[in-house]
């Protein structure tokens, strides 16, 4: 079965490639490169040796977009990673999200619904919820007012799918997950952000190995245990595997709507100083870092009450947040040489 992946050489993207390669699947992957490297196909052909098909172009070319589904009118299911995803740089340049994040599916499922089966798997974000009112955040806490434009995209796409979803063959899953961290256990891919990292564990490892000169912690004012924000650190792979999971189940037609939401995460909440502390622990290193004002769009805590994926998908997340620093900080070197 041909599977595409937008945004495929990404850091989830990639990942969830190896995964679906790991299960048998034909993959397709788009990208148009912007926040990842080509070399990406190296390592994920030294994990399973194999390369999926690479097309570079930009899903918000609407040419481009209908050109690739004439050429590959036989797939299976597209898992829709593509989209800009840094909460502050969104809040900066608002335009570039609305148009990267919502013409781009707009494109793709203007082309799925051409198709005579559809299956859809969309990368959504907890940011969805705002800043909750209950912890932890079940499936069916009310989605909240924006905090970002970023936030605001994620929201948007998830009424696109659902309207577009009640009047056509497309079947979708909205995963929306938590905080991904971590790189695969192999170090041969990992999380490649271009410029200054937008988030913290990359921030954290560059400035261990002395990229950076220090770290700055957003904030320590919260109304948390140590002052500082509470996120929910899911390792790449475990998240993956869901993907991989999510597909298979509108492929098997065992969905029972045409639109279903997962929350991906361990169910746990770290603080931005547990975080630093535990990733101080399983390096060795000791990191230099400062505590600046509140970056506007944060809020002050999100973690998952993942008991829907754990009863429904049969998925659950098995990295601890050791684990998923210590692979960050494997990657990181290996990168750095």
């Keep these: 079965m041909k599977i595409v992946v937008t945004g495929g050489l990404g850091f989830i993207g990639s990942h969830t490639v190896v995964e679906l390669q790991n299960e048998g699947f034909e993959v397709v992957a788009i990208d148009n490169l912007s926040n990842s490297s080509e070399k990406v196909l190296d390592g994920i052909f030294n994990i399973t040796g194999k390369k999926p098909i690479f097309e570079k172009f930009d899903l918000r070319e609407k040419s481009a977009v209908e050109d690739f589904f004439a050429r590959h009118n036989d797939v299976a299911g597209v898992i829709h990673f593509a989209a800009s995803k840094a909460v502050g740089e969104s809040v900066e340049n608002p335009l570039l999200y609305y148009e990267n994040n919502i013409n781009a599916l707009v494109y793709v499922l203007q082309e799925l619904t051409k198709l005579p089966q559809a299956n859809f798997i969309f990368s959504s974000s907890c940011t969805v919820y705002g800043q909750a009112e209950t912890m932890p955040i079940t499936e069916n806490a009310s989605v909240q007012p924006a905090m970002s434009p970023y936030g605001n995209t994620k929201q948007i796409g998830e009424e696109i799918i659902t309207d577009v979803a009640k009047v056509t063959n ?11 961290i971590g790189s695969h256990p192999t170090a041969e891919i990992g999380e490649l952000p271009l410029g200054v990292p937008q988030n913290l564990v990359p921030f954290i490892t560059q400035t261990a190995f002395g990229l950076r000169e220090k770290l700055s912690v957003y904030g320590d004012d919260y109304p948390t245990s140590d002052g500082t924000a509470i996120r929910d650190y899911i390792h790449v792979v475990d998240l993956a595997k869901a993907h991989v999971i999510a ?18 995460g361990t169910g746990t909440g770290s603080s931005v100083l547990e975080v630093i502390n535990a990733f101080e622990k399983v390096s060795r290193k000791k990191l230099n870092y400062q505590i600046v004002g509140r970056r506007e769009g944060d809020i002050t805590e999100a973690y998952a ?12 997340a098995q990295s601890t947040l050791e684990e998923s620093l210590a692979s960050a900080w494997k990657w990181e070197q290996k990168i750095r040489g």
């Design 170 to 180: 497309v079947n979708s899953i909205l995963l929306r997950y938590f905080n991904p």
């Design 247 to 264: 597909l298979k189940r509108l492929l098997d037609k065992k969905n029972l709507d045409k639109v279903e939401t997962f929350n991906l």
């Design 305 to 316: 009450n993942t008991d829907k994926a754990n009863t429904i998908l049969g998925w659950k």
